[in-house]
């Protein structure tokens, strides 16, 4: 009697057995065993669990979806993020309105002033930004000036306890996915913008630090 | 928002409410993730598959009618994602990613070590056995709506999926001898 090949005994984890197919798995332990172990297998595959999505996953897709005007942004959302969060969005933007400006004028520049992180005044706009090279330097001090200034925002609310610093990791990070996701589709769309790209770099910098924190408390049960 | 039933959730999703979207998505991704994730057989891409299933969906909403359950036509919706964007990745190399052969196997050892090899053994099957397979076998189709799906007869699922098992149990081999030195059934869950 010819033996039964292997795929022949997939096909009876289905299939009812021929008559010369039933003769042999009655002859032949082996083959019995085999097909039982596919048995085993396919019930296993049928029973393998749901996967979990990969961190970050929905902070992208909801950037995606917003992008597409799919989404439509939720008050309640805006309305439970951090107040840390808010100070940092406006001061992103406000930091990116000036180095759009000073990108952009480079021949004469406004004297604007304010005070510093430090108390100190500094000059918002650049009045030697002579060329582009100069401008895009100037943009990527500011932004370490604005890393500072947050740093420091974020040390004054721990130092005073405020319930807007204690904030969990896990929503920070929700946060900052978000907002990496920003900025990566907005270096997508304009790849050599100096302050876009620092800005992403900075956002991912702040992501992985937070990554660690939340590792390191070991609460990261938020897989979104 | 969770006191909604799911037919107000999905109303509000289709007027873009940030919210009802964010719900269908907690409620729904793992199962999305773990089909597309299963197709691809690759982590980058499955994430890339899987946010083009929810983006596909999404928009499809205003079409959804509620003639079958949510959950199975979202998951049409995500084995078709997926099916039609690994078409344009066939080029890509096939990994052949080794098996962790080096893990201690029993029979009753949790199912946690028996999952990650079945995955990772339908990641080392061709293309077409491995669609087959996961359709058949992990989703429940029926070879008719696998030559659907696929484009093929049923005949040509049957023959895919029945090589497809018998790789995998050439994959998986080593599993049955430390089983059956044990005693114990290979695949006693």
Not at chain 1, 87 to 114: C, E, Q
């Amino acid at each position: 009697m010819e033996h039964l090949n292997l795929d022949t005994l997939a096909r009876l984890v289905d299939e009812t057995p021929s008559r010369e197919e039933r003769h042999h798995l009655e002859d032949c332990t082996r083959f019995r065993t085999e097909l039982a172990l596919l048995q085993g297998q396919t019930h296993a595959l049928g029973e393998l669990p749901d996967l979990r999505p990969p961190r970050g996953d929905w902070a992208m897709l909801e950037a995606r979806l917003m992008s597409e005007g799919l989404l439509r942004h939720d008050r309640s959302l805006l309305a439970s993020t951090p107040a840390w969060m808010k100070v940092a969005a406006t001061i992103v933007l406000f930091l990116g309105g000036t180095g759009l400006g000073m990108a952009l004028d480079t021949v004469g520049a406004a004297d604007s002033r304010m005070a510093g992180a430090d108390g100190a005044p500094f000059s918002l706009v650049s009045s030697t930004a002579g060329s582009l090279a100069e401008a895009e330097e100037a943009v990527r001090l500011y932004e370490r000036r604005y890393m500072d200034a947050l740093v420091q925002y974020r040390q004054l609310l721990d130092s005073e306890g405020s319930p807007a610093g204690a904030s969990s990791p896990e929503s920070r990070l929700a946060a900052l996915e978000y907002l990496v996701a920003a900025g990566q589709a907005a270096v997508q769309q304009a790849p050599a913008d100096p302050f876009l790209n620092g800005f992403l770099a900075s956002a991912m910098a702040e992501r992985q630090a937070t990554y660690r924190a939340a590792l390191q408390e070991g609460s990261a049960d938020d897989w979104y | 928002m969770t006191d909604l039933s799911e037919a107000q959730i999905i109303r509000k999703a289709c007027a873009g409410d940030g919210s009802a979207i964010r719900l269908l998505y907690e409620r729904y991704a793992p199962r999305v993730y773990a089909v597309v994730r299963r197709i691809a057989a690759d982590d980058d891409l499955a994430q890339d598959y899987a946010q083009e299933a929810w983006i596909r969906a999404i928009r499809a909403l205003p079409t959804f009618r509620g003639d079958s359950r949510f959950s199975t036509w979202l998951h049409r919706i995500a084995v078709n994602a997926a099916l039609q964007a690994l078409r344009k990745t066939q080029t890509r190399t096939k990994k052949e990613a080794p098996m962790p052969a080096t893990v201690p196997v029993g029979p009753r050892m949790g199912d946690t070590l028996l999952e990650q090899r079945l995955e990772a053994a339908m990641d080392r099957l061709p293309d077409g056995m491995r669609q087959v397979l996961i359709l058949h076998d992990v989703e429940g189709y029926t070879h008719e709506e696998i030559g659907e799906v696929l484009g093929v007869t049923s005949g040509t699922s049957k023959s895919q999926l029945f090589k497809a098992r018998a790789r995998m149990r050439e994959f998986l081999s080593g599993l049955d001898e430390k089983d059956m030195q044990n005693g114990a059934e290979a695949w006693s869950i």
